[in-house]
Every structure is written in structure tokens, then in C-alpha cells.
């Protein structure tokens, strides 16, 4: 049979990984989807770089559009990334019939109910294990390893740039904006790295995931998304100190409703800080690596661990699904998994929880000033607002503040209380004259 | 689209996992599959005790052949386990047109490459997801996921039974024979453990892993196989002073040949008990749990991790066997994922390497007398031999044999070397009149 013809709009860091790896690779892939998969064709507004890159044998040209009219051309690959021309380039694919494979997560997490509608009805696939966590065959182990599962959450270290930044505050015990420079200095964080240290990206990841586990159309825009930027290194300190790692998580879960407590049924999305057992496999995930632990009513908890982002990791994605399509191309669509895991005509309504309404439990620390009764009064407010206290730490005023200070850090960890009630009780407490900067609070899971 | 019919053969502790939770997550399942997925006929040898677990709307019979003669029937599960009669009904199911999903690693890692010719001959699917680290869903990574990737090892905690005894070693300073009874007790260990405790059962599923990660037919017979019954609370505790843990892996590697060094090509299959650093996650995976790290060329490092025994974890991944089967069934059979990873008439004659051939590196412990000139003697064979020592531990005679203990322990981590040739070493070093007892050897690996 003759090779499946491939374009490829965007030749960066993804993309000549994957033209790398499927020239080093080629007999290993053929030899397992049982017919060659080639590069044919390739669209990138630096022609001569990308001839460079990929040889006289291949066809480039600047106009993407080049690509997706050419009737050769079985699969397009879209590594262009963002929400511009690369949602126009991907919708001309499908409308074109070509299959699309795509790592451009922030596209699907805004964009991915019209294009996976558009991609069902012209009939062919879009393909994008790229888009989550590099390497790591999380989408497919979600959509297909495990189908026998109601999925009850997800958690995942999904954003490598924050996880190695953490890694390195907790290392070194430097605050963030050192670290920052640094990662930024070995390429770990971009120059603008906004989207990455604001929690912005993982959203973009944890907003697919979520929608796969729960049968939900992808809805970015209900995430509650907070960073790192805020966390400095004593929190990271006082939380080994209670046996637990500092980690940004997008974390995902389905929340049954109690009538009892006045929760509803819905389903969680949120991106923040997050207290987790240092016992935990998942704390232990260091540096710019990645993992996602899900958790399924009958398989309990499974985690999957890799590298998240780099040009042949995330290559190893986008050719896995070059090789699923080659499968299953000339198959009708019935025999193919749903993009989003479940059938376009069996998702669920549950609705997306606001920030407000999510139960979890608190980290809490508070510079007061060290005088007696202050303690009491801050406690006084939890058990009004009927938030129950799991262990607290005082330090020493000299150990905080050098000797003769007249502040000290108030730890407290909270057992679960809905958001909304920890709010108020913030408000109250930041106003207590006792208590002299802004309360840092950082939600808490223990992931079991 | 009337639901997919499923016969079961044999209802135990799988078998009622999988009806149980097809039953519990029936909506959610058909909301994936597009099609309802039913176990409407079970044979088991206790009629009365298996009706009474499926109720009375689904035919019980004692004949798994009433099964598999059943038109209505499309797919059969075979749970029944061993070589004997599940061959024969594995057999007789394909030939009777069924597609199979089986946990049974010990048959395909047996029998495999005559089950998978009479399969493909007969157009049907032998699916078998359940038959490696249960729940974990790494046979798809393996066969799905990682396509792009020339697989370089794996290494895996795939018997649960072995992580908990050596776990609780560890944890409590006990020796084998105490922990094997206390597993016993919980549940965690057979009445007769031989299969886990000897390592039979891990190497049934690192034979597997290893055919459809190199592409080679399935050779149990060519594993190497060492248990974990000699193993002391002295060498894990020594092991973790060196920055070790002991976990007993299933480990396959495709070794590049070495003209220079005299080593052709091959593929590495075996168990036994392992060093391995105690920084790597997978040297942090306790109690009854599993992983398996899997290593590219362009993915690196991913690890999965999950119960790899239970109920329903086991039943997780039968039904997600039987979802990937109902997608597929109607579909020709160039659509579907080949059994080992690759095209049947594609697969690698690479030989197995015997275990004399293997090349790792060594954790020696020798108990020997407390005088002068035994550690010249022994470094000298092994300086004769060409192997290096890496890091050297000696014990105060009296902190091993207590006050005034005229023997002591010598604990020698090497480099690199051929098996074969670590055995002469071990010979020679046996033979010195110092040398007061059977040496202990326990391989290492870095996995990095």
C-alpha cells in the first residue's frame, strides 16, 4: 500500500521533531501500522529554514493553504499554535476532508466544540494527544484504557515550565522571582512566560481532560485559573515542615451532589497552588516532568508520568496519532472514539461549579503580630464560620523575623469547608489589626 | 444498535468484577462504546453460586462449550486462567468466529504466537489488557501509544504480591519467611505463592511486554527467573545506606551489539529482585501496587502506575478490551491494532540474549572473616576479572555478628559487567577460605 501522505503547517521545535522521528523511526513505524507514513509537504513562512530542515525531497512552501488544497495530502498536522490563523487553517482542513492532528491545546479549550462538531460532520478526525502533557499517552489511556470507568477526578502536574520553578524554589529555598530568571536563563520558561506561570496553559490542559472524563464540551472559560507568582519560599518551607510538597495542579473532578449541604451536582475545573501528602507518588514528580493521576471508580488510582513538553516527546504524541489515523482512515466513523471520548449525541449537561462552590481544604498563613489573644481570635472566626482546624504551627517571633521581631507566621490547615464560607472568614480575619500583611491561603488536596 | 453479547467463562473474583461494574456503569459505558455491552451468558463449574452473583436474567450453564457454540454471542471472556482447558476453549471460541478477551498471561506468554496465528486466520481480536499490571492500561501505551518510538527497556513492579512482601521488609526489618506468612494472612499472597514469590508470574508479563515493545514472538521459555525467597532484611537495609531500594522487576532491554566488546544483538527478558536508586518514582511505588517504565527514543522516560490485581481494577481493563472490540468488530482487519504491536508478517528475529550475556552491574554481599588481607583478595579477583568497583561498604564486625564477632560483612557495588563474567568472579571469590558463607548477588540498575 502506498505511504499516508502528510502535511505539516509549522516546522518549530514540534515540528522537525516530528519530521525527525519519523525519518529516524520509519521502518519501526511502518513495520506497526502496517503502512509508511510520510512528510510530503510542509507550510512555514521561513521556506529556506524549512527546506533546510527537511531536505530537497520534501515540498515546502510559505502558504499553508498550499498544503491543505494539495489532494495528496491525507493528514494535516497543525503546529502553528494560538487561536488565529491556526483555527482558520484547521476548519479549511477538515472542510477539505483532510484528518488533523494538532499539540495546539489553548485552540481545542476555547475553540473545540466547533471544530469537533465541524470535524463529526464532514467525517474525519482530530487528533490531539500533543495537547496534554507531551509525551504521555494520558488522552488515549482517558478516552480508550479506561472506558469501564466513571472517572471521579483528575489531578496533573501539567505544565513543566511551574513544576521545575517549584522544584527549584523548594530545592534551593529561593523565591519565585529568582527562579524565574533562572529558568528563563536554561530555557525552561519563555522569554514572555505568562501563560505558563499564570496557570493559563495548564487550564488550557485540564479543560480537554476534564471534558474526556465526564462526557462535557470543553469550556475554558468556566476554569478558575490562579499561578504561582504569589507563592514565596516560606510556604514552601512550612508546608515540608507539615509533610506536604507545594505543586500547581489542574485538577478536574465530578462532585455528586447533597441535598444536605446544599451542593449540586456539577463537575470542578480549576488551576491553582496546591498542598499535596509528600507521600504521594505525584509530589514526588520533579522538575519540568509531568503526571496525571486519575481517579476511577473501579481502577482506584492510576498516575502517568513523562516528559511534557520538547520536540521529540511531544513528537512522540503527534506521530501516535499519525499511526491511529492510518488505522482507522478508511474506516467509517462509527468505528472511531468519539473526540471527545463519549458520542457527540450522549454528553452530559452537569454544569461547571464557580470557584465559590468547590469544597476542598486550606493552607493558611498569617503574619500576625506576636501578642497574646491574637490566636484566639483567629480561631474564634474558623469556628464561627464553622471551618474546622486539621493541625496548626506557630514559629518562634525570632526564628520569622530575626531576634527582636515583634511578628510571626500563623499556620493553619483546615479540614474541607466550601470556598465561598473560607472567603468570608478571610475577609474577617485580614481585618484583625493583629494580622499585618495580606493572608496567603493555598487550597489542599490529598489526592487519596 | 442492539447491545454486543457477551459469554463469560469462568465467574471468581475478575469475573464478578466485570459483570458487576458493566452493570454499575452501564449508562456511562454505552455513552463511550455507542452501543450497549452485555454479559447475557456465563459458564461457570458452580451453577447455583454464579446465578445467584448475576441474577436471573442472564443464562448460567456448567458447559463453557454452550458459550462459545451460542450464535448470539459475540465476544468471550475467558477467565478461567492456566494452560489446560482455557487453551482449549481460547481455541475452539476463535475458531468458532468470537472475538477473545483473556486475563490469562500465563497461556498467551505460553501459547501466545499459536493463539494469535489462529486468531488472525480467523479475522477475530484476542484482546488482553487485563493480562498485564491489571488496571494500568500499558499494553495500549505500549501497542498504541508509543508507535513512534524505537522502545530502548522496560522495566516494571508487575506482581503486587512481591512489592508488598519486600515493602514490608523494608518498612519493619523483617526477613522473607515472617512477611510471606503475614501477606498470607491479609490476603496479600496465595496458600501457594510459588508463581509470585519465585517470579513466574512477572515473567509470564514482562514476556509479554517484551513482544509487543521489540516486535519478537513471545518466548517465556527464554526468561530468566529469580524470585525474591533469598532475600535478608540485612541487604535491603544495606542496600538503602548506599541510596538503594530492592524491588523485584521485570525487566526487557533491546541491546545494541558491540563487535568491539564481543556483544551481538539481542533482547534482554528477565526477572529478579533489582537495586535501583531510591530518587526514581518507581523505587517509591509500595505495598500491592505496580509500575512499569517504559523507555523511547524520542518519548524518554513515562511511567504508569495503578493496582495491578483486584477485582475491578482487573475488570477495568476487560471492559475496556470489550469497548475497544465493540468499536472494531465490524471493521475490516488491516483497521485494527496487529495483537504484539506489529504486522504479523513484520515481526524482528532479534534472539533472546541468555542471562550469561546480559551486561549490568552488581551488588555483592560476602560475609567474611574479620582479619587482615580479605578485602586485597577479593578486590584482586575482581580487579583480575576486569570489574570495577563502584562504591564499598564495610560493616564493624560487631555491629553485624555483635561483640566480639569474629565476621563481618563486605557490601560491593560494581560497574558494569558481563553476567558471565561476574559469575567466574563469584566462583574464585567463593572458593577463598574468608569467604564464610554463599555470596549474595542482587542485580542493579539505574534506569536512567
Redesign the interface.
Given at each position: 500500500m502506498k505511504p499516508i501522505q502528510v502535511g505539516l503547517l509549522g516546522i518549530g521545535v514540534v515540528g522537525s521533531?516530528t519530521f525527525n522521528?519519523?525519518q529516524?523511526?520509519q521502518e519501526?513505524?511502518?513495520?506497526?501500522?502496517?503502512r509508511g507514513i510520510d512528510i510530503t509537504m510542509v507550510a512555514d513562512l521561513n521556506v529556506a529554514r524549512a527546506q533546510a530542515l527537511v531536505g530537497p525531497g520534501v515540498t515546502v512552501v510559505s502558504d499553508a493553504r498550499a498544503v491543505i488544497a494539495n489532494p495528496d495530502i491525507d493528514i494535516v498536522i497543525e503546529l502553528i499554535g494560538g487561536y488565529g490563523i491556526a483555527k482558520t487553517l484547521v476548519l479549511e482542513a477538515i472542510a477539505a476532508g483532510k484528518h488533523v492532528v494538532t499539540a495546539n491545546k489553548a485552540l481545542l479549550a476555547v475553540h473545540g466544540t466547533e471544530i469537533f462538531a465541524a470535524a463529526s460532520a464532514k467525517g474525519v478526525m482530530v487528533a490531539f494527544?500533543a495537547a496534554v502533557a507531551g509525551?504521555?499517552?494520558i488522552i488515549?489511556?482517558l478516552r480508550?484504557?479506561?472506558?469501564?470507568?466513571?472517572i471521579q477526578w483528575i489531578a496533573g502536574i501539567i505544565n513543566g515550565t511551574t513544576n521545575f520553578i517549584l522544584s527549584e524554589m523548594r530545592d534551593k529555598g529561593l523565591d519565585f522571582a529568582v527562579v524565574l530568571k533562572e529558568a528563563q536563563r536554561l530555557g525552561y520558561a519563555e522569554a514572555d512566560p505568562t501563560f505558563d506561570i499564570e496557570g493559563v496553559d495548564a487550564a488550557h490542559k485540564v479543560t480537554l481532560m476534564s471534558a474526556i472524563a465526564f462526557?462535557v464540551p470543553v469550556q475554558f472559560d468556566k476554569a478558575y485559573i490562579e499561578g504561582i507568582t504569589k507563592l514565596g519560599a516560606a510556604d514552601i518551607k512550612y508546608a515540608e515542615q507539615l509533610g506536604y510538597r507545594i505543586k500547581l495542579l489542574g485538577i478536574t473532578k465530578r462532585r455528586q451532589g447533597d441535598a444536605t449541604k446544599r451542593q449540586t451536582d456539577g463537575i470542578e475545573l480549576r488551576v491553582h497552588p496546591c498542598l499535596i501528602p509528600a507521600k504521594r507518588?505525584i509530589a514526588?514528580?520533579e522538575g519540568a516532568m509531568n503526571a496525571v493521576v486519575v481517579q476511577?471508580?473501579?481502577?482506584?488510582?492510576?498516575?502517568?508520568?513523562?516528559?511534557g513538553a520538547?520536540s521529540?516527546?511531544t513528537?512522540?504524541?503527534?506521530?501516535?496519532d499519525l499511526?491511529?489515523i492510518t488505522?482507522?482512515h478508511?474506516?467509517d466513523a462509527?468505528?472511531?472514539?468519539?473526540h471527545l471520548?463519549?458520542?457527540p449525541n450522549?454528553m452530559s449537561k452537569l454544569p461547571m461549579l464557580p470557584m465559590s462552590e468547590v469544597v476542598t481544604s486550606y493552607y493558611l498563613r498569617l503574619r500576625v503580630a506576636d501578642e497574646t489573644g491574637v490566636l484566639a481570635k483567629v480561631t474564634g472566626i474558623l469556628a464561627e464560620a464553622g471551618i474546622s482546624i486539621d493541625a496548626m504551627l506557630q514559629r518562634e517571633a525570632d526564628e520569622v523575623g530575626g531576634e527582636g521581631s515583634t511578628q510571626t507566621d500563623l499556620i493553619i490547615l483546615t479540614h474541607d469547608c466550601m470556598e465561598a464560607r473560607m472567603n468570608a472568614a478571610i475577609a474577617l480575619m485580614q481585618a484583625l489589626p493583629s494580622v499585618l500583611e495580606p493572608i496567603t491561603r493555598i487550597r489542599k488536596e490529598e489526592l487519596a
Open positions: 521533531g522521528v519519523l529516524r523511526n519501526e513505524i511502518k513495520r506497526r501500522a502496517g494527544e509525551g504521555i499517552p488515549k489511556a480508550e484504557g479506561l472506558t469501564a470507568n466513571r462526557g507518588l514526588n514528580v476511577g471508580d473501579a481502577v482506584g488510582t492510576t498516575l502517568y508520568y513523562g516528559k520538547g521529540e516527546p513528537a512522540s504524541a503527534v506521530i501516535a499511526v491511529d488505522r482507522l478508511t474506516a462509527a468505528h472511531r472514539v468519539p471520548a463519549f458520542q450522549a
